[in-house]
């Protein structure tokens, strides 16, 4: 299996996507540059936090219109597994491969520490390792994470059961006080109806080795690699 | 000037969407209120572009401005907008 990193101008996750595919999780890796226009085969492609072009506009906005987007969209249409983290989440909602938006974090403030996110949904590729409910510690680090959708655009989530990630506390309890940044319905992660791509906040990246604070974004890199080698069902 | 040099300038207004959280305007608000203002009812941050453009590309200046504002400046699951064209 190969997995493919998208470097934007502005990302600055990307190397540590790469490192945690090749070194912990050691499968095949390449970078994508954001011109080329070429996914070279990947069967997953991750696009990384960072502030790509600067965040200029609204956080996502430019990057949705590099060349490479029109063939992420492709592939996602197609069935292929895209992962968008942070930033990444964020083009992927400009690009209208996941539904909603991002608003500033109610605080204002770049919040960059660990949270706790509950497992809402582990009938994905990106959650099949995980129990229902598990309790993840993974970091977030953003200004723009303050998730917003519909009443109706929620509704729909709930239905077709697209929320994969919230924000809970160590316990695994959904309060308002364990909500980093003013989500709707303490959202951190979601998935399109197909459940073939994923954006969430945290970062599953800087959370794979146990000298970083926590190994628990390890089982998002290997339920995909476990979804794709296994005969992809969840 | 000859018509093709002739240039007309837009500017366009975006705001969220009434009901939807406007975390700047809100902070905006609570200063407004501790430096003393009384009476503020409400204050809704936005952005304003400049944009100047040739005419007589082929479409009107409403239409270009309004596909400009529906294609790039504007997410509209929480964004609205109002332009004007400056002659």
Redesign the interface.
Known sequence: MKFGVIIFPGSNCDYDAYTVVKDIIKRDVEFLWHQDALLADCDCVILPGGFSYGDYLRTGAIARFSSIMKKVVDFARDGGLVVGICNGFQILLESGLLPGAMLRNTSLRFICKFVHIEVENENTPFTKMCRKDQVLKIPIAHTDGNYFISDEGLKRLEQNQQIVFRYCDEQGKITKEANPNGSLYNIAGICNEKRNVLGMMPHPERASEEVLGSEDGKYIFQSIVDFFEKGKSV | MDKESQSSRAVVYVK?KDG?????GS?IQRALENMGYEGIKDVRSGKTFEIVFQQNQGKKPEDLVDEICRK??T?P??EKYNFEILK
């Open positions: 969220l939807v959280l406007d975390p700047q902070t790039l400046l997410n699951v929480i």
